[in-house]
């Protein structure tokens, strides 16, 4: 068991670290066994939250994943309304997306 201190980064070091990353790097995802069950929260993945626009905005930029999408490999994705968690009431305009 792995009991070391996590890594973190502060606000300023993370901004500092990816003002500083070289631009269109190729999209290389770790893949996940076909048919997997079972949390992933542990594997390479995305999520993105917000306005359907700024969902789409955000996966329009990430297309080359698309491919991954074949024969052989697939894609997970799962994007859904969010609900209130004492309510149950969905709220207006607002969105989750995991890939």
């Known amino acids: 068991?792995?009991?070391?201190?996590?890594?973190?980064?502060?606000k300023k070091e993370a901004?500092?670290?990816w003002q500083g990353l070289e631009e269109n790097q190729e999209l290389r995802p770790r893949m996940i066994a076909y048919k997997h069950e079972g949390t992933t929260i542990?594997?390479?993945g995305i999520r993105i939250?917000?306005?359907?626009k700024f969902i789409?905005?955000?996966?329009?930029?990430?297309?080359?994943?698309?491919r991954y999408e074949n024969g052989s490999t697939r894609i997970g994705i799962a994007f859904s309304q969010i609900q209130d968690k004492e309510t149950k009431c969905l709220i207006p305009n607002a969105f989750r997306c995991s890939v």
């Open 15 to 17: 901004l500092e670290l």
């Open 42 to 44: 542990d594997e390479d």
């Open 1 to 10: 068991m792995n009991t070391e201190t996590p890594k973190s980064y502060r």
């Open 49 to 52: 939250c917000g306005t359907e």
């Open 56 to 66: 789409f905005s955000v996966l329009s930029r990430l297309k080359p994943l698309l």
